[in-house]
């Protein structure tokens, strides 16, 4: 009996430590993994939904990412130099987000055309603090929010990227996804592993 409830108490207990070290590494993608196609218009700035018409994201721990498509047709970037991207999003689903992260995608000929240098955010119009990693380089991963993304709340991130790295940008990918607050993305998965184990305690 004994043996039987040390193996019972071993996957939780384990789901405990892994979510402790790594929640971020839990639940990334959305639900429909939109790919979308955006324009640069002059300023050079990007504007993908806006208050009163949000961009729908649910997070969705087991679907792809967002993937974005910014043109410059115009060539309003030709000489490079700071792109303002400013994106306006609602959380549709049923999970609160904690952070975020943006992955800039090298082109054909494997180039990154541009590195973030500065972010700010709000949520329903109020400015929040975040803690930035990965400022200066093609992936950032905004986290430690003080306010919670939750579901129904709109969430503004304004990013800016210098594409002085490259003498033109036609053509900018991006991925990007939240992840969940860690205590839901721990709850989740230590709640999982418990029936797991309960199943495996009454099969022995």
């Known amino acids: 009996m004994y043996a ?3 193996r019972s108490l071993f996957a ?3 789901a405990v430590a892994v979510f402790s070290m790594c929640s971020a590494a839990f639940a990334q993608g959305t ?3 939109p790919v979308t196609t955006h324009t640069v218009d002059n300023g050079p700035i990007v504007l993908i939904g806006d ?3 949000p961009f729908s994201i649910d997070l969705d721990p087991n679907g792809p990412p967002w993937t974005k498509n910014i043109i410059d047709p115009n060539l309003l970037m030709i000489n490079g130099g700071i792109l303002d991207i400013v994106e306006t999003i609602i959380n549709v689903g049923t999970e609160p987000w904690l952070d975020w992260h943006e992955h800039i995608l090298p082109d054909a ?13 709000s949520i329903n119009g109020n400015p929040i603090g975040f803690n930035a990693v990965g400022l200066n380089t093609a992936n950032l991963w905004l986290d430690t929010f003080t306010q919670q993304v939750l ?4 969430l503004e991130i304004h990013k800016q990227l210098d594409a002085s790295p490259t003498p033109a940008l036609f053509t900018l990918r991006i991925e990007e996804y939240p992840t969940p607050e860690p205590a839901s993305a721990a709850l989740l998965g230590i709640g999982s592993l418990l029936v797991l184990a309960r199943r ?3 099969s022995d």
């Open 4 to 6: 039987r409830l040390s």
């Open 12 to 14: 939780p207990i384990l």
């Open 31 to 33: 639900a429909t993994g």
């Open 51 to 53: 208050p009163t018409n």
């Open 109 to 121: 000929t494997g180039v990154v055309p541009g590195i973030w240098v500065n972010v700010n955010m």
């Open 151 to 154: 579901p129904g709340d709109i």
């Open 200 to 202: 495996r305690a009454a």
